[in-house]
Each structure stands twice: as C-alpha cells, then as structure tokens.
C-alpha cells in the first residue's frame, strides 16, 4: 500500500507557522499534484485535495479522528482554490492518515472518479478501522482463517443468496459458535494446508454441534502456500468489496465484520505476502458419520482437570458426505 513519506511531515514541522496559516508541500509530487500536506500553527496535520471547478463540496464528521470540511484557501506555495480539506485529530492515526493520504493519490491519479467520491470511499473503507489502531498482526493462522472464511462468502455464499444476505449471515468475528449462521443451517469453515489432504483443527467439543434446531454443514478448504500463486488475504478483501460496493449498507456490515475480525489495512503489505493456491474445496453434511466428538458422545463432558479439548478430523475417506465441490451446486445454501 502506498503512503506519503514521513519526511514530508518533518520538513513541515521546521517552518513557522501562525494564526490560520498552512504551510503546505506536496504529498505525493511523483504521483499527483492536486494532493498536499499541510500543518497548522497547532500542528495538526492536513490533507488537502485541489478541487475542479464542476466537483461538489464534501462535509464529513462521521469518521474517527479525521474531519472533512471544504475551504477556500490560499495555501503557500500551493495553488488558490477550492480544497477538499481533511484533518487528523488524533495523533495516534498518524500512521493510518499516511496511508489514507497514499490510496488518495493513487485514487485521484486514476482519474475515474471525483475528488469527493475519492474521500468519501477511502474513508468509509478507514473508519471501521481507525479505533483499533495500533493493533497487532493478524497470526498465520488467524490470516489462513480469515482467507477461508472470505473466501467462501465471495465465492460460495454471495452469488447465491446476494449482498445483503450473505454478510448477515457471517458471523465468525462475533464469537458465535459457527463461522455462518441462519435460520436452520449453520457453515464452520476450515482451512488445511497438509499436503496429506483435508485435515483440520477442531476446536472444542461444540464447534462441531448442530445449531439448535437446524443442520451443520462443513465448508473445507485446501490451500498451499506457492510465491507465484494470485490469491492473498487483501485480494480476497477486494473481491468482497467490489461485489459489495453497490450496495453502501452491505459494504459498512463488511467492513465493520472485517475490523471485528482483527483485520487492519495498516499491515496490508505483510498480509500480501503471504500467496495461496486454492487446491480443493468442498462443502460437507456434518451427520451421524461424520468424523467428530460432542457432549452427546461425552455426557459427562470433558473428565476432571480436562480444561479444554482439540483434535484433528481427515475427511480423506468421507467424500460421500461432500454435497457440493463447487459453489455454483451449492443448492442448501
């Protein structure tokens, strides 16, 4: 993810200001000239975008931390206009106003939308996420999980029941019991990387549990790890959004789902580099045969001193109960 250079900042921060006064230089000179970075005479940092005459003004006071409001201005150095300015009033989100200023520069180069709509959109896609900050890395393992539970809302779930729906029905970053959840049926989405086949992870004796009343199906997914493969977690993420952004509301459950799971764009970079190739998936019928350990099959539940229960299921020798291996046969969802 591209971000402005913090020197830009240092270099501001030796020259006086007063009163309202902004010195200003701009942001990303090798990318865009209609985008500047600027402080105030209280320090505060400034991104200010040059509007065209025909692009309409911007107020937004929903985002934490930032502000937009629309200014004439006369900024030193810089050209006199009309200005889209955005400050940042936290200085814990300093490092994410740098990134939101390189995504504004990348976005504005691309010319395919109004300066507005470009604020508008990076900070809607920033706000979840500017509370959580700093926030730690995700772990392989939560990386891997997350991976499999967007993909199977973008690739399976999505197309069938639409936008809306589908991010309801997420429910793995709340804590639930199982990663989707409706009236009647319930998905756990799991995610191997053996080269030995489908072998994954059960945490606990309810994770395998039927909801109550309603049916438990088990979406599998098979991964490895190649440097050459396309898919990555914030691939995957884009994909969700594009099949969202029609749809503002469906897009604003996503991203708040996406900041409850843990996720931030700040380490978008290191989360890229982590390259998977889809090897096999599937949607498996958790019944009677199915290879597991519940309360029912320990009425007693875990013996004296036991705190807490793993185990590792191989659905190598179960493929009668895959009822779908691609998303477009998915009929019970």
């Known amino acids: 993810m591209s971000r402005i250079a913090a020197e830009i900042w240092t270099t501001l921060a030796r020259e006086h200001v007063q009163d309202e006064t902004l010195r200003a ?3 990303a000179p090798e990318v865009t000239g209609r985008l ?10 400034h991104l200010l975008v040059l509007l065209l005459p025909d692009e309409s003004d911007l107020l937004d006071t929903q985002s934490r931390g930032v502000g937009v409001v629309t200014r004439e201005l006369q900024v030193l150095g810089q050209e006199a206009g009309r200005y ?4 940042c009033h936290d200085s814990a989100g300093h490092d994410a106003f740098d990134l939101i200023a390189g995504e504004l520069a990348d976005r504005l180069v691309a010319g395919r939308e109004t300066a507005s709509a470009c604020v508008t959109r990076v900070l ?9 900050l700093p926030q730690q890395l995700l772990s392989r393992e939560e990386q891997l999980g997350l991976f499999g539970e967007l993909w199977f809302l973008s690739v399976w779930l999505i197309p069938k029941v639409g936008a809306p729906e589908a991010v309801t029905r997420w429910r793995g970053p709340f804590a639930s019991r199982h ?22 992870r059960i945490n606990g004796l309810d994770q395998l549990a039927p909801p109550q009343p309603g049916e ?25 959004r594009a099949l969202l ?6 897009l604003s459950g996503f991203e708040r789902s996406l900041a409850q799971a843990g996720y931030s764009p700040a380490y978008e970079e290191e989360y890229a580099k982590l390259h998977l190739r889809v090897a096999e998936e599937g949607l498996f019928e958790v019944r009677d045969d199915f290879p597991r350990l519940t309360t029912a099959q320990l009425p007693g539940g875990a013996p004296p001193g036991v705190e ?8 190598g020798g179960f493929g009668h109960l895959c009822a779908a291996s691609r998303a477009t046969d998915a009929t019970m969802l």
């Open 25 to 27: 230089r701009r942001a």
């Open 36 to 45: 500047v970075a600027a402080l105030d005479a209280d320090g505060r940092r």
């Open 84 to 87: 889209l300015d955005i400050t």
């Open 124 to 132: 809607a896609r920033w706000r979840r996420f500017w509370g959580h």
């Open 179 to 200: 990663d989707f959840e409706w009236a009647g049926r319930s998905v756990e989405v799991k995610v191997a990387t053996s080269a030995r086949g489908r072998i994954h």
């Open 216 to 240: 438990l199906l088990l979406f599998s997914l098979r991964v490895h790890e190649e440097a050459g493969a396309t898919n990555t977690l914030p691939s995957v993420i884009s994909t969700c």
């Open 245 to 250: 952004g029609t749809d503002p509301e469906s």
């Open 308 to 315: 807490r229960i793993e185990y590792e299921i191989n659905l």
